[in-house]
């Protein structure tokens, strides 16, 4: 197994997480998702981080030789939405991206980054831990099955014919 540590975000790794949420955007996009916009690279990473500021948030990387190989973006969720209409809303701990590079991906990454997110969201009290896939990314759904995760609700969409 290759060694990498894991590190929360600081400003010195910011190219490489543009990389990596770039690299995850291509991905999804070969498997049928939409383009990002030309700005994307530059213009994602400020926003996530904001997202991340407003949601009690953190992002964690794998390092590798010092430069990043895995991204974990985490926020934290508390009877927002829907759940303001729970009598005991949970506490819910969102990844909203996590990427691993290409190259480094069966290397025990995704699962260190996943525990990284896991550990934050526990010592934040939250209840529960929620993600999304893109149903066409089936290895990464496999992913999260192994990891303990299961399917809670089928998120769909049609297109519209003009």
Do not use: W
């Not at 390092?63 to 809303?89: H, M, Q, R, T, Y």
């Not at 990844?95 to 550990?119: N, Q, S």
């Amino acid at each position: 197994m290759e060694k990498f540590k894991i590190v929360e975000f600081e400003p010195c790794y910011q190219e490489d997480a543009k990389d990596l949420l770039l690299e995850l955007q291509t991905h999804l996009l070969s498997l049928g998702g939409l383009p990002p916009k030309p700005t994307f690279r530059d213009e994602y990473l400020p926003y996530l981080l904001s997202e991340i500021k407003k949601h009690d948030g953190k992002i964690f990387l794998a390092v590798k030789n010092s430069g990043a190989i895995g991204l974990v973006s985490c926020e934290i969720f508390f009877g927002e939405g829907d759940d303001a209409f729970l009598i005991d809303p949970p506490k819910c701990g969102f990844v909203a991206d996590l990427v691993v590079a290409k190259d480094m991906r069966g290397k025990g990454v995704g699962k260190a980054l996943i525990a990284a997110a896991e550990e934050f969201f526990v010592s934040k009290g939250c209840d529960r831990f929620e993600l999304t896939v893109f149903a066409p990314n089936k290895p990464a759904y496999e992913f999260y099955i192994a990891q303990g995760f299961e399917t809670r609700m089928h998120y769909m969409m049609r297109k519209i014919n003009r």
